[in-house]
């Protein structure tokens, strides 16, 4: 079964771009890689998924190398509600653990 | 069109004792999960249900239990009550064309004293 490592924490500035990077070695061929965000007390929020290269939405953006043992993902120009835990979940671990996460915290 | 709703939304219990938890899938979702979230921590699953039977679990007691009606909506039921279940629950449902996504409810904070 795959692990994740992801940074515990980061600090940022409003209006910074924050680069989260998750690793996830092991990594079925067919799984692919999503992203969740948590506020507290509050459930977890889908942001974006992808396989491979880079894929884009609204929200973020996320990049997967060829090797897919690690995915980032990008926030641009945080705001101050951008404050939350961003969980990396390969397809297969919706179902189990997600792990710690990693708290961002934005300051002004 | 309502998301994932849960009930209650506090509740606090004294060990030994047996609780309750109701989830409502969001509108067209078919399968609900449950998981179990300590202070602090990542959500852990306890199980899923499909089809009004259990697909999948966790590692979580038999103490554990739950049940799917046939409207999708879902029971979590945790018997003997210890200290350590303190904790918040949340209900996750999908449906079928949306299996990379999961959507959360709000959660179900327990305090067992």
């Known amino acids: 079964l795959a692990k994740t490592t992801q940074p515990i924490s980061m600090d940022s500035y409003e209006g910074q771009e924050v680069n989260i990077t998750c690793s996830h070695n092991n990594i079925a061929t067919n799984d692919y890689i999503t992203w969740y965000q948590q506020f507290p007390s509050q459930g977890p929020r889908f942001i974006i998924q992808?396989?491979?290269t880079k894929v884009t939405n609204e929200v973020a953006s996320l990049f997967i190398p060829a090797d897919r043992k690690s995915s980032t993902l990008s926030l641009p120009r945080v705001s101050l509600s951008d404050t939350a835990v961003y969980y990396c979940?390969?397809?297969?671990?919706?179902?189990?653990?997600f792990g710690t996460g990693t708290r961002l915290l934005v300051s002004p | 069109d309502a998301g994932v709703t849960q009930s209650p939304t506090h509740l606090i219990k004294t060990r030994g004792q047996q609780v309750t938890l109701r989830c409502s899938p969001k509108s067209g979702h078919d399968t609900v999960s449950w998981y179990q979230q300590a202070l602090g921590q990542g959500p852990q699953f306890i199980f899923q249900?499909?089809?009004?039977?259990?697909?999948q679990r966790g590692n979580f007691p038999d103490r554990f239990s739950g049940h799917q009606f046939p409207n999708y909506s879902s029971e979590l039921n945790v018997n003997a009550l210890l200290l350590g279940d303190s904790a918040l629950y949340l209900c996750?449902?999908?449906?079928?064309?949306?299996?990379?996504?999961?959507?959360f409810g709000p959660g179900t904070r327990l305090t067992v004293t």
């Open positions: 979940l390969p397809k297969s671990f919706q179902k189990l653990v």
């Open positions: 996750a449902s999908r449906g079928l064309a949306e299996s990379y996504e999961q959507y």
């Open positions: 249900y499909y089809e009004e039977e259990e697909r």
């Open positions: 992808g396989y491979k």
